[in-house]
């Protein structure tokens, strides 16, 4: 109110838990990324791992989604 702005809704708490778990999924991400460079080797399990964090994340944006609209 003080800088004129409107005012938005809380985020709900199946927002809040959303970014809780992409959070934990990107440090875990981040992990593997790190492993990667630091050996310069990928292994098929390395990038099935990626793969499979990379689709818990949408799935997630997409269950949200579901409960935002």
Known sequence: MVLNCPIQDRPNADFLSL???IDR???N???LV???NT???VSNGDLKEAKRTYQQVLRLMREWEKTWR
């Open 19 to 21: 970014t809780d778990a």
């Open 25 to 27: 999924i990107g440090v």
């Open 29 to 31: 991400f981040n992990q």
């Open 34 to 36: 790190r492993k990667v």
């Open 39 to 41: 050996t310069g080797n």
